[in-house]
């Protein structure tokens, strides 16, 4: 049992001994907790980023006039018309086994905007059947995997009425 004395009066009191352990006070505590929180947040993130099972990142398609993740040169396109079916004719200087071709029509040059037909790797020849009297327009593109060339010039051809 410890005993305490009353100084004086005009004294100042005895040091208190000195306590065992440490001290910690309430906002180290606090910043210690959030730090270890953020931390297992940034974590967690980091390792649902680059988890196995994540889908692969969808190629992105850049323009003939970007250098990386463009071909080069652009496809040429030829169309010729029998009875009532266009015939459009596709060649590449650079073509490669797994090529393939991608084209758009439309009513005339300003319309070539719908969307592309992607033909299988191999075939170079795509034809549409159209009523007497249709006009239609294409153009063509090279795809490569993840890379694509320009655009080939818009062609146009009128079926006999």
Not at 29 to 46: D, S
Not at 84 to 101: A, K, S
Not at 123 to 152: D, F, I, K, N
């Amino acid at each position: 049992m410890t005993t305490s004395t009353v100084p004086p009066q005009g004294q100042p009191a005895p040091p208190e001994p000195p306590s065992k352990g440490i001290e910690v006070g309430l906002i180290p505590f606090v910043a210690g907790i959030v730090g270890l929180v953020v931390a297992a947040a940034v974590l967690a993130l980091v390792l649902w980023v680059t988890r196995e099972d994540a889908q692969p990142p969808a190629p992105t398609y850049t323009d003939a006039t970007q250098p990386s993740g463009a071909l080069a040169d652009s496809p040429t396109l030829e169309v010729t018309v029998h009875d009532e079916v266009l015939r459009w004719e596709m060649t590449y200087p650079d073509l490669r086994t797994g090529d393939r071709f991608r084209i758009r029509t439309g009513l005339d040059e300003d319309q070539v905007s719908g969307e592309p037909v992607t033909l299988l790797p191999g075939e170079t020849v795509y034809e549409q059947t159209l009523a007497p009297g249709q006009r239609q327009c294409g153009m063509v593109q090279v795809v490569r995997g993840g890379q694509v060339s320009g655009w080939s010039t818009v062609q146009c051809e009128e079926v006999g009425g």
